[in-house]
């Protein structure tokens, strides 16, 4: 085993996403002179799940004017820019975290996320060296002349995942932090003392000792292990398509608990959205979030049997699109067929263009195209569907939650339910996409690992998917990559300057 002890650290960062290299700056930021990350992939698949991410950041404003330091000149690319941003406060945002988790976030690490998120995205800017950009594509629908916006989901990384992740690596090297990549974190060591004191690493030339004060875990969750995922969140997900790096095996877990650490959260859960089922077993790298199918808001979702499975309308897509794709993984063959009509087609978001839909002149054709193991029942669910639904009365609004029940449907849709009734038709197949996983480490509200014991191991920090507690079930958009930046950031400037 190669020793580099004379090549010591004050921060060694594992992993290379979002989160890591948040901790990786902040902590150059805040005076730690030798800062290295440890990046397991090679350099072309370098980044994590950054890479395959939307880019958008979910965080609280007062008045949507303060969104304008992030995008400045904003109005003079688009009129009216600010008519159709609500405030979302830092009470809005925490509310919808108790919601959608029903109410069993963390209350300190939430509390802490949502305080520090709108100061954390402008710090991504600022030191991070993030450009910024309206997420029209994803989060606005224009009515009239205004576009309406999603709260809270305003601002996105410039090029999306894949211009965050640029951004990161851009800054890490303006600062002097060294990055090596292939080279995979493999054990903790601890000194005498209880405290960390560095990493052994494996690389093209064997395993390899590096020394340093602090260390930071940022390398994501185990949502690319398969048998991690069986085992902990069930054979269902256990055989996802994952829509993420291949990279995500669990290490940083596995040699955090190895050392005694606390695992934390919800180890059954994960963000599984729905993704096109045309995709193979990993999402294209090339392809980023394109895999995802969130439209069905203003669909019909049936599985093989020809059967609705969940309220389609029970809340905007972004804030159900998580806790659906693993519902799809449930349903018979890991499948479901999203079916629109000519009303709604032209509000699909953009990335459903990376799949040709199955089209048809009636609803009969339709269902005969497509795989139900029971066509019949699944021409029977749309026309009992169609029976139930109704019409608006005042015109259709897709940028509210406007009650349009269907009525008399065992499992009816509470939202958007518009008849299905305007030639062409067309269907889209989706399944669930694993995107990370919810279960990993406690940490307190400087990011420190804690142990079993109840005291945080000194000199281990965490940030990104390893921190466990925030997410149950359910996860609005957006709130990964502020999470990821947020705690990355303490994490960083605590290793950088603890004793």
Known sequence: MKDEKAKAYDVIVVGAGNAALAAAVSAKENGAERVVVLEKAPRDMRGGNTHWSGGVLRFAYDDPREIGDLLPGIENEYDNFYDGISPYTKDDFHGDLMRVTSGRTDPVLSKLLVANSQETVKWMKNTGG???EPAISLSAVKKGNVMVWARGLVVRAEHEG???SRSWFATA??????????SAAVELLVGEDGRISGVKVKDDEGISTLNARAVVLGCGGFEANVQMRTQHIGPLVGAAKVRGTPHNQGDGLRMAMNIGAMPWGQWSGCHATPISADWGDFAPREMTDRSNRLSYV????????GLRFVDEGEDGALFTYAKFGRAILAEPGAKAWQIFDSKVVHLLEPRYQTSKPIVADTLEDLVDQLDFD???QALKTLRE??????????????TVKDGLSTQGLALE????GLRIDKAPYYAYSATGGITFTFGGLKVNENAQVVGTDWRPIKGLFCCGEMVGGLFYDNYPAGTGLVSGATFGRIAGRNAATMN
């Open 173 to 182: 090297e303006r600062l002097g932090i060294e990055v090596r990549y292939g």
């Open 298 to 305: 203003y669909a019909v979702m049936l599985n093989r049997k």
């Open 374 to 376: 029971n066509k019949v």
């Open 130 to 132: 993030v450009k910024m």
């Open 385 to 398: 569907y169609n029976a139930a639904a109704r019409a608006p009365e005042d015109g259709y609004d897709p």
């Open 413 to 416: 849709k509470t939202n958007w």
């Open 162 to 164: 894949v211009g965050l």
